[in-house]
């Protein structure tokens, strides 16, 4: 099973990268959209991807809820956004933090050097319904010199509804119309209750979508004093412990120093050459 697009992959075009450094040993023609479906979905020639993200946090009680839109020039090949977004689930990266200057980038897609990535505008605001009724609404915003979507509102309670749509009115970005995000079961984690080290088990309450997946963070210190960044992206059957070569990479002396975990899914929209990847994630 390949991983459809979490929320960081999407961001990640240009938006998500300002956290600090780190170091690893043409228009759409309209018409009607192909919904539901995932990246293996989609094809043709790409022009325009856009993202619209909904996440709750079950330990918080709230939600965020963002969008961003971007142009690929020259357009690409639909294989060519599937095969740089694919990664095989139950499987770990270990990087060291580097404490850098902070920095953009796009290489969690690598296009290569002769592609450009921008952000564009899709309409100044995108409203957001639950349920049928007004919700909260995305306004056109700078976001470190780029467009982005950002809530009206400073503080959205939870949970995250399981039945949001919203409204796509189209600019540079393509008109989507309606679309309906997938729901989610809120994320619980169960262990391990203590530090986690190499030899863990990581456990949570299973879900019932097998196109879910969960993500986890694990930072931690080791002997020499640098801190070391774990991210695994898992099947959603409950339990996971750490591969060999992760826990080679980890050290033994590595101890846990934060955590982090959410559950994701994502759906994938296309009309003519735009794609929207709609994707809804809990966070324990």
């Known amino acids: 099973m390949t991983r459809r697009l979490t929320v960081s992959a999407v961001l990640a075009l240009s938006v998500s990268a300002c956290g600090g450094g780190s170091s690893s040993d043409s228009s759409s023609d309209g018409g009607t959209a192909s919904s539901g479906g995932g990246l293996e979905d989609i094809s043709g020639t790409i022009r325009y991807l856009g993202s619209l993200s909904a996440s709750g946090s079950v330990s918080l ?34 990087e060291t933090i580097d404490f850098g200057v902070p920095d953009f980038d796009d290489d969690d897609f690598d296009f290569g050097d002769d592609f450009d990535i921008n952000t564009v505008s899709a309409g100044d605001v995108i409203p957001v319904l639950a349920n049928g009724a007004s919700y909260v609404e995305l306004l056109l915003s ?14 959205l309670a939870g949970p995250l509804p399981s039945n949001l749509t919203a409204s796509i009115p189209g600019d540079e970005f393509p008109s989507f119309g309606t679309v309906s995000l997938p729901s989610i079961e809120p994320l619980v984690m169960t262990g391990p209750t203590s530090s986690i080290t190499p030899s863990s088990t990581i456990e949570w309450v299973a879900g019932s979508n097998a196109d879910a997946e969960v993500v986890i963070n694990v930072q931690g210190f080791t002997d020499d004093g640098s801190l070391q960044s774990v ?18 990479a980890m050290g033994s002396s590595f101890f846990e120093f934060s955590r982090s975990a959410s559950r994701e899914l994502a759906v994938v ?16």
């Not at 009680?61 to 689930?89: G, K, Q, R, W, Y």
């Not at 700078?142 to 509102?153: C, I, P, R």
Request: net charge negative; aromatic share 8%.
């Open 142 to 155: 700078d976001f470190f010199g780029l467009q982005a979507y950002l809530m009206d509102v400073d503080d």
């Open 269 to 284: 929209e296309q009309i003519g050459n735009a794609v929207l990847i709609l994707t809804a994630s809990s966070e324990d």
């Open 61 to 94: 009680n709230s939600v965020d809820i963002s969008a961003a839109f971007f142009e690929v020039t020259p357009a690409i090949n639909a294989s060519m956004i599937e095969t740089s977004a694919a990664a095989a689930l139950d499987t770990c990266v270990v």
């Open 231 to 248: 991210d695994c992206t898992l099947q959603d059957d409950g339990s996971f412990a750490f591969p060999a070569a992760t826990q080679l």
